[in-house]
């Protein structure tokens, strides 16, 4: 089931018009181009690597059954990127077991400690290793809570408006800008160690 | 074990395919009609004034003297008409006078009654073979007029 | 000390999220309070550097046993379609085989059955009857002469009720009971 070297030069928009019509193949050569993309998103939000496989395997199953109603709206990237988001969050809500939050994620959403912190001067940091920087932030986001790093994620890495993240969260607007104020302001709080340790 | 699309039991399956045979023969057609349309004359007298009109048919003419008071009969027009199939067809029965006969889904019909121009009346009934459709009223000088419509053949 | 409503309007106007009017009072701010200035730094790095660092993650399984494992699920949720043709020859072995004979007789009977009934049991549509006259003077009403086999509509002029019936024949049947239209 090796793939066919010439739909590696197809465009996305032609492999899917052939997998629509039950092409595995050309199915096959989207799975190759786009999966890294849907498991770094994935991982971003469920922050477990097995998880994120699984879960992966998921949106391409549901990707493969849904082709159809794909209209070309929106890239296939993007599409297929909402349903891994949307995959991703309802594996974080039936994670949430607690009914009550604990006091410690209470004080996390309405910002806590953070709302104390005094404001970092930090500039973008020059002379670190592009890679280096990348494995800080991802070390960052990991520390953050599953509502922080997934507001941060569907803001910076997906680009959406404040309405579409309150959508997908099944929140309010305020909750969404607080939600992200309050992760910014820890990250930030995180990532100014970097200055301290370099400079 | 590789999965089945039917899963009903294997009986059930017969009996459909045995009802879906036999649908056509028992299920209403969609059919082309052939009709027979009078235009009769109902008089206590026993000739018109006009001597152009003969007498309606005696088979006729006695099913209508047992349902009503006049004595006789007199044929003014009859006309051998087709309608087909889900289609309307407008007949002229008399200067005055016009039915238009619409097929409908199953034995029903549409009949539409008008005079001078004017609808009259607007009947939705089933047509067959063993009833005939009389649409009537009085008229001046204690006569009256009958519209029969015969369902002679249906396609 | 800025208003966490403050604070929340100086993010949204780093994200662009806010109204002309609106950016423009947040721009003042920033350019007359240090604090507010500072903390719009703080957040412009934050959104910056994860923007233009977003962490890149290759899935730790080759593309053969991920395609693999996907392959199979798509090909066990399709069902497998019955060529017609063995279809057909499984309902013949049903049809034709003698442990079936009771049940397959039970359903020729029942199919014939049906058949020869049709002409029998008329569907309801055989006796619905619908009458409009449109008009204010005249009405209408019906009857069936069942021995005459003949359905008779009746129209009469409003102004005339109450004269001599025309019918000699009086319906006695409730099936032939009429409606005044």
């Known amino acids: 089931m090796g793939l066919d070297k010439k739909y590696s030069e197809l465009k996305d928009d032609v492999l899917v018009k052939a997998a629509k019509k039950g092409d595995t193949a050309a199915f096959e050569e989207l799975v190759s181009r786009h999966r890294d993309k849907v498991y770094a998103r994935l991982l971003t939000i469920v922050k477990n690597e097995d998880v994120a496989i699984d879960l992966a395997q998921e949106v391409w199953i549901k990707t493969w059954q849904r082709l159809k109603q794909f209209q070309g709206d929106s890239t296939f990237a993007t599409w297929i990127t909402r349903i891994a988001i949307n995959i991703g969050l ?3 809500r039936k994670q949430k077991r607690r009914k009550i939050e604990s006091i410690e994620e209470q ?6 400690i953070e709302r104390q912190m005094p404001i970092e001067t930090v500039n973008p940091t020059q002379g670190l290793e592009r890679e280096e920087l990348r494995a800080r932030i991802d070390r960052a986001m990991k520390q953050l809570s599953d509502e922080h790093r997934t507001v941060l994620v569907l803001h910076e890495f997906e680009g959406l408006e404040y309405k579409e993240i309150a959508k997908l969260m099944k929140c309010s607007v305020g909750t969404v800008m607080s939600r992200l104020f309050y992760a910014r302001k820890r990250l930030a709080h995180l990532l100014a160690g970097l200055k301290r340790e370099w400079f | 074990m590789k999965k089945r699309v039917f899963k009903y039991c294997r009986f059930f399956q017969v009996f459909l395919i045995a009802i879906a045979l036999m649908l056509p023969a028992i299920c209403a057609k969609a059919a082309n009609l052939k009709l027979e349309i009078y235009l009769v004359w109902g008089s206590n007298e026993e000739k018109l004034p006009d001597p152009k009109y003969k007498k309606l048919n005696e088979d006729l003419a006695k099913k209508l003297q047992k349902i009503f008071k006049w004595k ?5 027009n009859k006309q051998n008409a087709e309608v087909p199939s889900r289609a309307t067809k407008r007949f002229k029965v008399s200067d005055k006078c016009d039915v238009e006969i619409t097929e409908m889904p199953g034995p029903q019909v549409e009949v539409k009654l008008y005079g001078e121009g004017k609808l009259i009346n607007r009947t939705i009934k089933a047509l067959t073979k063993d009833e005939m459709l009389t649409i009537a009223g009085e008229d001046k000088n204690e006569t009256a007029w009958f519209v029969i419509i015969k369902l002679l053949q249906e396609n | 000390m800025m208003t966490l409503e403050q604070q929340l309007k100086i993010q949204a106007y780093v994200d ?3 109204s002309r009017a609106e950016a423009k009072k947040v721009e003042a701010l920033i350019a007359a309070d240090p604090e507010a200035r500072g903390l719009y730094e703080e957040l412009k790095f934050a959104a910056t550097v994860l923007r233009e660092h977003e962490p890149e993650f290759k899935m730790p399984v080759s593309q053969e046993l991920f395609w693999n494992r996907i392959y199979e699920q798509i090909k066990q949720s ?7 043709l063995d279809y057909l020859k499984y309902l013949v072995g049903v049809v034709f085989s003698r442990k079936n004979w009771v049940p397959v007789t039970a359903t020729f009977i029942a199919s014939v ?6 002409d029998v049991i008329k569907p309801i549509e055989d006796y619905l ?3 409009e006259t449109p008009s204010d003077e005249v009405g209408s009403y019906s009857f069936r002469a069942q021995s005459e086999k003949m359905f008779v509509l009746w129209i009469y002029n409003k102004e005339n009720v109450g004269g001599e019936g025309a019918t000699k024949v009086e319906p006695t049947n409730i099936e032939d009971e009429i409606l005044m239209q």
Do not use: A, N, R
Not at chain 1, 107 to 112: A, D, P, R, V
Not at chain 3, 113 to 118: D, V
């Open chain 2, 72 to 76: 006789h009969y007199f044929q003014i």
């Open chain 3, 113 to 118: 059955g049906i058949f020869l009934l049709k």
């Open chain 3, 78 to 84: 399709e069902p497998e379609p019955i060529p017609v």
């Open chain 1, 90 to 92: 309802d594996y974080l």
């Open chain 3, 129 to 131: 009857v619908v009458v």
């Open chain 3, 16 to 18: 662009g999220e806010l």
């Open chain 1, 107 to 112: 004080i996390e959403e309405s910002g806590g």
